[in-house]
Nanobody, 122 residues
Framework: VQLQASGGGLVEAGDSLRLSCAASGGTFSSYFVGWFRQAPGKEREFVAAISWNGGSAYYADSVKGRFAISRDNAKRTVYLQMNSLKPEDTAVYYC????????????????WGQGTLVTVSS
């Protein structure tokens, strides 16, 4: 599976942004997909994940209530809707996929996209 993340950009605090993760190859509909982010000078951290059929979603406490993950298997795309953005959300956002069940542990994800930069100004 090849993943391509897009949709990043420069926004102001309080704005919204939607990231997309487009997949090619493999049986995308059977994969758990997660979003991770890495802020400057910090380790990469889990943001959200969604089950193969979209029936279950998981969020980091820092984004719960502001971000929403969804997927369209027909379009082979997973989305991350980010609302009420804060300067601390500034990071490179990566999407990743795995063939197993839910985990927020990045090393258990098998496939990674190249990342898209989100910058939130105050």
């Amino acid at each position: 599976v090849q993943l391509q993340a897009s949709g990043g950009g420069l926004v102001e605090a309080g704005d919204s942004l939607r990231l997309s993760c487009a997949a090619s190859g493999g049986t995308f509909s059977s994969y758990f997909v997660g979003w991770f982010r890495q802020a400057p000078g910090k380790e990469r951290e889990f943001v959200a994940a969604i089950s193969w059929n979209g029936g279950s979603a998981y969020y980091a406490d820092s984004v719960k209530g502001r971000f929403a993950i969804s997927r369209d298997n027909a379009k082979r795309t997973v989305y991350l809707q980010m609302n009420s953005l804060k300067p601390e959300d500034t990071a490179v956002y990566y999407c990743a996929a795995r063939a197993g069940p839910y985990t927020d542990y990045e090393l258990l994800y098998d496939y990674w996209g190249q990342g898209t930069l989100v910058t939130v100004s105050s």
